[in-house]
């Protein structure tokens, strides 16, 4: 099982997320022969989609494993889209796809719902995370707190002890976000957060030079789980930008 977890976690994210032009070829070539080649084309892009999921889940076993010594579970939270956002983004995606499919009728022999789902699938796979939300995980552990945020073609994957934060407040966030924060949402509207802070002036990382936003999909559970002397009362964005200590 440690083999193909690493197997797993070691295939890059951005050529899992290639898949789109599989699915293009597929709708392309589907009247043409040989068929086989069609559904090896299927095969391919069923494959990525369950390698995808298959790293979330070899990730969060992982760091679960690496970071989590107490008897008790972590604490797992995996926001996501507002599904009224999600099902207006994909009404909205159909209706688009219909509006093509119906102009470019029985152009290059493609008939209308060839492209329909040609135009349909490929938005959704290559722009999932503007459609239903990107792929967001918070773990926290006895240890820290580990995230994966998938906000395009790359996964992040990080995991911020406890004594590296500074603390963690629960915040109203402001429409015009800071420079400095570096936002891991499933999606970028958020009306409430909470703002994780760095001990160190230079930032929790190289990439991540200033605070870390988060959008848990339970605040109450979520905070309830954080280390208790970490946690500040829910302030304003202007004192949770306040500078950090030296």
Do not use: C
């Not at 086989?36 to 369950?50: C, D, N």
């Amino acid at each position: 099982m440690r083999f193909l977890e690493n197997f797993i976690l070691a295939v890059p994210y951005l050529f899992l997320k290639k898949i789109p032009y599989a699915w293009l070829a597929l709708i392309l070539l589907w009247i043409w022969p040989p068929v086989l080649f069609s559904w090896i084309l299927i095969a391919i892009v069923v494959i990525g989609l369950l390698m995808m999921d298959g790293q979330r889940r070899a990730w969060e076993a992982r760091l679960i494993r690496e970071h989590h010594e107490g008897p008790g579970r972590p604490f797992v939270d995996r926001p996501k889209m507002p599904l009224r956002l999600q099902l207006r983004n994909l009404a909205l995606l159909a209706l688009g796809s219909a509006l093509v499919a119906w102009i470019f009728q029985g152009q290059f022999e493609l008939g209308l719902w060839q492209w329909f789902f040609l135009f349909a699938g490929f938005t959704l796979l290559y722009m999932d995370h503007r459609l239903i939300g990107a792929t967001t995980v918070y773990i926290l552990t006895d240890q820290g707190v580990g995230l994966r945020f998938a906000p395009g073609h790359v996964d992040y994957r990080l995991f911020f002890s406890y004594t590296e934060i500074w603390r963690a407040q629960r915040i109203q966030v402001p429409k015009e976000k800071p420079l400095r924060w570096s936002q891991v949402t499933p999606t970028r509207q958020t009306d409430e957060g909470v703002l994780l802070t760095p001990r160190n002036r230079d930032g929790f990382t190289l990439q991540i030079n200033g605070e870390v936003l988060l959008a848990p999909s339970d605040m109450e559970a979520f905070l309830a789980h954080f280390p208790p002397h970490l946690i500040k009362l829910e302030a304003k964005h202007e004192s949770a930008t306040s500078q950090t200590p030296a």
